[in-house]
Each structure stands twice: as C-alpha cells, then as structure tokens.
C-alpha cells in the first residue's frame, strides 16, 4: 500500500521514531504507520532493556520502535531494532554520510580502491536503470547498511534541504529507495516528493496527488514567473491537505493565506524539466547586505557543512557590513584526527584547537575551498570565522527538536563574537 510520503508499508516493516512526536514530520510518519497497521488489534509494547527503547509491536509483524531519548546512541538503538524504514533530517544524514566517508578514507589502499570501485559501478547501474551486481553489494555494501541495522528499504529527508552528494552516496551506499521530501506543518507535512525511480538529484520532485503548486512573483528579489528558461518564484500551494487557518489568529493567517486558498510558503522555486521542483531560496530568512546585496543565510550553511571539519555553521550579515561572518561548530572526531596527524601540541582538547589561529585558517580555507565548488558569489562567503567548542543542543535553546538552527537565539548567544569579527574586519579595511 503506498501512502502520501512513499514509504509503503511492507509485512514485517519496522519504524524508528526518534524525531520529535510533536513535530510534523515524525508526527505524519507514525499516523501512516498505525494506519498501516501498526498499533492495530492485539498490540503490546516491549522495552529492549539492553539500550533502554519501547517496541510497539503487532500481530501483523509491523512495528515502530521509540529511540532511548538521546540521538546520540540512535545507531546502536537502530542495531538492535533493525528497521526498515528510516525516517530523517539533513543534519543526521549529513554526519552519517560524513562518518562513512572518513571510515572509507582511514582503510587500506585496497579497502579504498574496492570502495571506489564498487560506488562507480553501482551509480552507473542505477543512472542507466540496470540490475546492480549482487556481488558489490555482498562485498563492500552490506557492512555500511550494518550500520544501519542492515533492512533498511526505505530512507526519506526532509525539514530542510540535502545535498546532492549526500542524497546520491546514501541512494548507493545504503541502497532501496531514498527520497527527498518537501512540505511543512501547515499542509499536513508533504508537498512534493521525488520519485523513486529518479535518480537526479538537486530537486524536491513533482507535487503530490493532494497538492496543485503555482510560483508567484517575487519583485523584490528579482525572481519572476516569466524568468527563463525556467520560471521562478515564491512556491504557493493549494488543496484538501493545507490547513483552514491558524487558531484565533486570522490576521496572521490572512499574511500566508489568500482569498483563494493558496498558502504561500515562503520559499522560492523553480520548475525543472519533468515538472520537478526545486528550492531556490527563502523569501522570509534573508538579509540586506550594505551594498544592498540580498543573502540566504541556510544556503550557504548548508554549502559549508559540506567542509570536512565543519560539523554546523551558522552566517550572520549587518546591513551596515559588506560582509558576512560565520560560527562554526568543528566535527570534533576529525578536527581530532587532524590534529594528531600534525602532531598539533593541543590534540586532544578541542577547546584549545578552536582557539588557536591555524586550526582556525585550516577551517576557514576548507569553507573557501567548497564555496568555490558550489558557485557561491564573494559576498555570499564569510569573511570571518568563530570556532565555537561545544556543539549545538535542543538544551542550550540554539537548535529546535527537529535540528533546526535557532537564528534570534544564535545571534544574540554569540553577539560577543559577532562584534568582535565585525571590528576586526573594520580595523582591516585601508582608510579612504
């Protein structure tokens, strides 16, 4: 039976829920589940008290398992349920293709050229629509889904935008099916989704049965439906699934909801060949830069994150500055591992590495390096650069449940060093 979000429902289909309940996403992916059986006649919840998860189990074999609270050991929860569909966020998907990748690159000259091997084989195989050799799979393919708890079938992202890179590596690596969603609460989670069988990358798909799309002009920003060779615009959305208004808030409804039923998201896109859309922008997080430059803060972070080193990233602009400048979160595993290939005097205290000027260049020249990669402009890039030690946590109220940067929060937690890179960055510039 395949159902709004792609996922289907397979006997013996195991979920794991780790993602918020309260949050849309999660919250859709469990009303799916019950309604294809999960949770129906007969059901009794078991507690696997080893790693301390709740089983909701049924007589028809279908499951969801409740991670132990902290995502931290959602992978050793993920061994012991064994799912089969996994249900995610960029942010995760991003550190486990990150993990992988560094895996592969710490093997023998063997390990990596056997890995390489079997990646270029199986792309190629599923770009041209071919079986994929069993033997790749056996030999280099099956320890990564291990990982995983070895039955995934089923890999979805969504809450906010994946790279293309990491869509492709997880679609070879951890095989099934592995799609990008695009939606947000106020029309029942899903929008538009990518087709299993489409391979490309770099897009959120064709709307889905429930939803017609139209693109609206957005003036300001120069984005217009006549735009060519593809229109672009603010993404609006309308059918049974958008939502009827905010409770007791009719002004701020009528501010995303027109007379015609139309909800207007916010984003920017453009149509693609096929009817594919794709996410261009964001029309509500931008800023003005001094020379009036417009800029959106989440796709740049979302190029940086892509740096070896860089395990979160969030980028400030003034619009009395020119420039942008960015707190990073390092990826401690591998900041660790380069500092004791330098043989570096503070390896092992990560505190002090993010202190010290070099670590902080070697960051910085990592960002310039995929910034040239993605096409970003010289005024999308930061011009500064703040190692932040700790990482980002629900707790510390700069993150929301769904992983999601917190940008009032972050600019006023780290105004200290804000000020303090804007300063610097003055006191560089010649004097007229």
């Known amino acids: 039976m395949e159902d709004g979000l792609g996922l289907g429902s397979e006997e013996g289909d195991v979920h794991v829920s780790y993602l918020p309940l309260a949050h849309i996403y999660e919250r859709t992916i469990v009303y799916t589940c019950l309604h294809n059986g999960a949770g129906v006649r007969g059901a009794r919840r078991a507690t696997c008290t080893s790693h301390g998860m709740s089983l909701l189990l049924t007589p028809t074999l279908r499951q969801i398992g409740f991670y132990r609270g902290d995502v931290l050991g959602l992978l050793d929860d993920m061994a012991a349920l064994q799912p089969t569909l996994f249900v995610s966020v960029p942010r995760?998907?991003?550190?486990?293709?990150?993990?992988?990748?560094?895996?592969?690159?710490?093997?023998?000259?063997?390990?990596?050229?056997?890995?390489?091997?079997?990646?270029?084989?199986?792309?190629?195989?599923?770009?041209?629509?071919?079986?994929?050799?069993?033997?790749?799979?056996?030999?280099?393919?099956?320890?990564?889904?291990?990982?995983?708890?070895?039955?995934?079938?089923?890999?979805?992202?969504?809450?906010?935008?994946?790279?293309?890179?990491?869509?492709?590596?997880?679609?070879?690596?951890?095989?099934?099916?592995?799609?990008?969603?695009?939606?947000?609460?106020?029309?029942?989670?899903?929008?538009?989704?990518?087709?299993?069988?489409?391979?490309?990358?770099?897009?959120?798909?064709?709307?889905?049965?429930?939803?017609?799309?139209?693109?609206?002009?957005?003036?300001?920003?120069?984005?217009?439906?006549?735009?060519?060779?593809?229109?672009?615009?603010?993404?609006?959305?309308?059918?049974?699934?958008?939502?009827?208004?905010?409770?007791?808030?009719?002004?701020?409804?009528?501010?995303?909801?027109?007379?015609?039923?139309?909800?207007?998201?916010?984003?920017?896109?453009?149509?693609?060949?096929?009817?594919?859309?794709?996410?261009?922008?964001?029309?509500?997080?931008?800023?003005?830069?001094?020379?009036?430059?417009?800029?959106?803060?989440?796709?740049?972070?979302?190029?940086?994150?892509?740096?070896?080193?860089?395990?979160?990233?969030?980028?400030?602009?003034?619009?009395?500055?020119?420039?942008?400048?960015?707190?990073?979160?390092?990826?401690?595993?591998v900041l660790q591992s380069w500092a004791r290939a330098q043989h570096h005097p503070s390896a092992g205290n990560t505190r002090a590495l993010c202190a010290d000027p070099k670590v902080v260049a070697t960051v910085m020249a990592q960002m310039k390096d995929v910034a040239a990669k993605a096409g970003l402009r010289s005024f999308e890039q930061a011009k500064a650069l703040y190692l932040h030690p700790e990482v980002w946590t629900v707790e510390s109220g700069l993150i929301t449940p769904s992983f999601k940067l917190k940008r009032p929060q972050a600019r006023a937690y780290f105004k200290e060093q804000i000020d303090a890179m804007y300063k610097k960055l003055a006191a560089a510039q010649p004097a007229e």
């Open 92 to 333: 995760l998907l991003n550190r486990i293709y990150d993990k992988v990748l560094a895996g592969v690159n710490q093997g023998s000259v063997v390990q990596r050229t056997l890995f390489h091997m079997a990646y270029a084989h199986k792309k190629r195989a599923m770009q041209e629509g071919r079986p994929v050799s069993p033997f790749w799979d056996k030999l280099v393919f099956s320890k990564l889904r291990l990982k995983l708890g070895g039955r995934v079938r089923v890999m979805s992202s969504g809450s906010a935008p994946i790279s293309g890179e990491v869509l492709e590596f997880l679609r070879v690596c951890f095989g099934g099916i592995v799609f990008e969603g695009y939606g947000m609460t106020e029309s029942a989670c899903v929008i538009s989704k990518t087709d299993p069988e489409d391979f490309s990358t770099g897009h959120v798909g064709p709307p889905v049965g429930c939803c017609e799309i139209k693109l609206v002009d957005v003036p300001e920003m120069q984005y217009l439906t006549s735009d060519r060779p593809t229109p672009r615009g603010e993404i609006c959305v309308r059918g049974p699934s958008v939502f009827q208004g905010y409770y007791k808030e009719p002004q701020q409804t009528a501010e995303v909801l027109d007379a015609d039923g139309w909800l207007h998201t916010g984003d920017i896109g453009t149509w693609l060949p096929g009817g594919r859309l794709k996410i261009i922008d964001r029309k509500k997080n931008i800023f003005k830069l001094a020379q009036g430059e417009y800029v959106a803060p989440e796709k740049i972070e979302n190029v940086y994150v892509r740096a070896p080193l860089v395990a979160a990233c969030f980028i400030h602009g003034d619009s009395l500055s020119p420039y942008l400048v960015s707190i990073v979160v390092p990826d401690e595993e």
